[in-house]
């Protein structure tokens, strides 16, 4: 795969899957993601759009999606690769994406996405929002593995809910799929986000780990399912040093240097509190800045318990 020039041959606001897009081959499906989501609509360096704020590019309809449950629910329940067709992102809203290849540690004791077999997928890194004010620095990872003629698997990370304060480096942190620890430090802003989203979960920051151990790459169900209680994801010396001397330079200029087999990060999971090594994400091309990446959907997954909704 191949970085590439832009092209103008679709409206990622408005594009969705082809018809039968669940039935290709995970290869097939990462060759039309990388090549024509993402790839027709890749920003030159010089022409990088500008980070956003929540409720500035369509406030309107922003609003009605955080006011209604049934909209908001859409994050735990929709299955697809593609954002629903005119629906803005309020968060998360400009990133880059490459990508990867997930390499399973040797003797891992999990199952499906997670085991001997390893998968490929690609990964978003982006800001919860643009830095403005006294605003922290909140870097988020979104990981998509892909299966044969099955919905892909979607893993959602952050440090903290908070941010990182002044720290400018995206891989400074560990990472994790669940956050349900009280932050009684949250500002106004976010919690008045938390209380919208307990309206569809009982526990809107804690997501789960089942759904990558249950099928192979093939799309061949587990027998015995086993998976981690939650992921932990720590970024490699190599990818933070990428970061060295570059405060105020924009994440996605930075990350587009690292080499397209640069390995990103290692994966524990945690069982009983305990960490067990999962494996590595390694990149397969540079990371890029694209509306089509922009226009990627990643879910929830949330243990169906914590739903408020039926």
């Not at 330079?249 to 087999?261: G, H, K, P």
């Amino acid at each position: 795969m191949t970085v590439f020039e832009r092209r103008h041959h679709f409206d990622p606001l408005v594009i969705s899957e082809p018809a039968d897009y669940v039935s290709w081959s995970a290869e097939t499906k990462a060759a039309w993601l990388w090549n024509t989501l993402i790839g027709g609509t890749v920003h030159a360096p010089t022409a990088l759009p500008p980070l956003v704020l929540p409720f500035r590019t369509a406030p309107l309809t922003e609003a009605r999606i955080v006011l209604s449950p049934r909209e908001l629910d859409k994050a735990l329940t929709r299955v697809s690769d593609l954002m629903e067709p005119g629906r803005p992102k309020l968060i998360h809203a400009r990133g880059a994406v490459a990508m990867v290849r997930f390499i399973p540690a040797e003797g891992t004791p999990f199952t499906g996405l997670l085991g001997s077999e390893g998968a490929h997928g690609l990964i978003r890194l982006s800001l919860v929002a643009k830095v403005a004010g006294d605003a922290a620095y909140t870097p988020a990872l979104a990981l998509k593995l892909l299966i044969d003629a099955r919905p892909s698997a979607d893993v959602l990370a952050m440090n903290h809910t908070v941010g990182q304060g002044r720290d400018f480096n995206l891989f400074s942190n560990t990472m994790t799929n669940d956050l349900s620890n009280t932050h009684n430090e949250l500002r106004l802003a976010q919690r008045v986000m938390s209380y919208f989203f307990h309206r569809v979960s009982t526990q809107p920051r804690r997501m789960v780990s089942t759904h990558l151990a249950t099928h192979g790459t093939t799309g061949s169900p587990v027998d015995a399912v086993s998976a981690p209680d939650r992921l932990v994801f720590t970024a490699t010396d190599e990818a933070k040093a990428i970061f060295d001397d570059r405060a105020g330079v924009d994440f996605r200029l930075v990350l587009s240097e690292l080499a397209s087999d640069t390995t990103l990060y290692s994966v524990d999971g945690l069982t009983n509190g305990r960490p067990v090594p999962v494996g590595t994400i390694v990149m397969t091309t540079p990371f890029v800045s694209s509306d089509g990446g922009d226009r990627l959907f990643f879910r929830h997954v949330h243990d169906p318990a914590h739903r408020v909704l039926d």
